[in-house]
């Protein structure tokens, strides 16, 4: 069975820092990666998502992240991060041979100090 | 982009009643849809996933006489809380896919808020 480990539930941090926002999966066979990002009381936005290819994948607002099979991992980054950067963020992955079912991690919630 | 409307934002219903939660892509057929509960501070359980025409697939320990799922056409897809007590207060969250998501991959609505009272 396929899971998600967000390594991390809170990440503080100030703003126009790097951040780093580490997720690792666990999975006998070929997945789908994404990364979204949660404001309050609202749906999931796309920030980035891994299929195939390159295995570094550039996002939305700046954010990037890179596969590392041998690691299994896909972390997420952003070299200066913002206030409006604060949410809740999470990885999710997928079997690309299957109906599609998205796994979520646990979510890391991102704050950004001024 | 592709774009999935889900309403209502937010309903607060007596316990014993039911509500419907509707969510329609708007610009693209979403020929999968998978409605995820979520409690507070915590991540998206996934609760059922559906085919369009075909009867949805409940993740264990989801009644399925409790969470109804509809979803007869390509755009339209209800999620139905019946007999809702205060224990199925929660945010409801859906996502649609389009075929083998090659064009859009997933899709979330912004969410429902549900308070039973």
């Known amino acids: 069975a396929q899971s998600v480990t967000q390594l991390d539930s809170q990440v503080p941090v100030f703003e126009e820092a790097p951040v780093e926002l580490r997720c690792n999966y666990s999975?006998?066979?070929?997945?789908?990666l994404f990364w979204y990002v949660q404001y309050p009381n609202q749906g999931l936005q796309l920030l980035l998502k891994y299929l195939s290819g390159s295995t570094l994948v550039k996002g939305i607002n700046g954010f990037e992240a890179e596969f590392n099979k041998s690691q299994t991992s896909f972390h997420l980054r952003k070299p200066s991060v913002h206030i409006s950067d604060t949410a809740e963020y999470f990885c999710?992955?997928?079997?690309?041979?299957?109906?599609?079912?998205?796994?979520f991690g646990q979510g890391t919630t991102l704050q950004v100090k001024p | 982009g592709a774009v999935v409307s889900q309403h209502p934002s937010r309903v607060i219903c007596k316990s014993g009643t039911s509500v419907k939660i509707e969510c329609r892509s708007l610009d693209f057929q979403a020929t999968t849809m998978f409605w995820y509960r979520q409690f507070p501070k915590q991540s998206l359980m996934l609760m059922a996933t559906?085919?369009?025409?075909?009867?949805?697939?409940?993740e264990q320990g989801v009644e399925k006489d409790k969470f109804l799922i509809n979803h007869a056409s390509l755009t339209l897809s209800t999620l139905t809380v019946t007999s809702a007590h205060p224990e199925d207060s929660s945010f409801y969250i859906c996502s649609a896919r389009d075929q083998g998501g090659r064009i859009y991959g997933y899709t979330f609505g912004s969410g429902t808020r549900l308070t039973v009272v």
């Open positions: 999710a992955v997928s079997l690309s041979s299957n109906t599609g079912k998205l796994i």
């Open positions: 999975s006998s066979v070929s997945v789908y």
């Open positions: 559906s085919n369009e025409g075909s009867k949805a697939t409940y």
